[in-house]
T-cell receptor
Framework: DTGVSQDPRHKITKRGQNVTFRCDPI?????LYWYRQTLGQGPEFLTY????????KSRLLSDRFSAERPKGSFSTLEIQRTEQGDSAMYLC??????????????????FGPGTRLTVL | SQQGEEDPQALSIQEGENATMNCSYK?????LQWYRQNSGRGLVHLIL?????REKHSGRLRVTLDTSKKSSSLLITASRAADTASYFC????????????FGTGTRLQVTL
């Protein structure tokens, strides 16, 4: 399967615990995004990487959240001291971005199946 | 924050009928993308339309874009029960490094 994969698919944790999610993008994609989706809403942007560089973080990403993409391939998203309000679906997406594609209007983002986090 | 708004919020049709969903957005865009999401699952990319395009087709899908009105529509023809899902529009706004801003979605129910 050459799509975006995420692990785990489900995570149940107790308030105050730390959790870490992993995302493996499509192999040739240089850009990786994290989004969060709560029930009944569309996904909201959290952060993105261009290769290994984290270039933007949303104000939704409190200091309890940290993301890495150490070798420009897979990415991890860690939430420390989880709170019940962190319960959501965490979605990863990847895309191939080049200067020429940017000039012609961008490219598709392909999403993984998501990690559903439940904080008790 | 959600940029786009889909209309209607929910739509129920019978198999074989056409379904039309509308999306409005607020800022200038590079492109607009439509996604489908089955209950509790990830997003499946359906179609991308660039800001210099007005209409695009893919199988039973037809997307239009009116940048002057900042709106788009998704038409699904000859709907099937398997089309039952939530549909989201997402905008790639100019100067935002292609991060997508999603609407709140249209929940489509196709009955036999």
């Amino acid at each position: 399967d050459t799509g975006v994969s995420q692990d785990p698919r489900h995570k149940i944790t107790k308030r105050g615990q730390n959790v870490t999610f992993r995302c493996d993008p499509i192999s040739e994609h240089n850009r990786l995004y994290w989004y969060r989706q709560t029930l009944g809403q569309g996904p909201e942007f959290l952060t993105y990487f261009q290769n290994e560089a984290q270039l933007e973080k949303s104000r939704l990403l409190s200091d309890r959240f940290s993301a890495e993409r150490p070798k420009g391939s897979f990415s991890t998203l860690e939430i420390q001291r989880t709170e019940q309000g962190d319960s959501a679906m965490y979605l990863c997406a990847s895309s191939l971005v080049t200067d020429s594609l940017d000039l012609t209007g961008g490219n598709e983002q392909f999403f993984g199946p998501g990690t559903r986090l439940t904080v008790l | 924050s959600q940029q786009g708004e889909e209309d209607p919020q929910a739509l129920s049709i019978q198999e074989g009928e056409n379904a039309t969903m509308n999306c409005s957005y607020k800022t200038s865009i590079n492109n607009l993308q439509w996604y489908r999401q089955n209950s509790g699952r990830g997003l499946v990319h359906l179609i991308l339309i660039r800001s210099n395009e007005r209409e695009k087709h893919s199988g039973r899908l037809r997307v239009t874009l009116d940048t002057s009105k900042k709106s788009s529509s998704l038409l699904i023809t000859a709907s099937r029960a398997a089309d039952t899902a939530s549909y989201f529009c997402a905008t790639d706004a100019t100067g935002t490094a292609s991060k997508l801003t999603f609407g709140t979605g249209t929940r489509l129910q196709v009955t036999l």
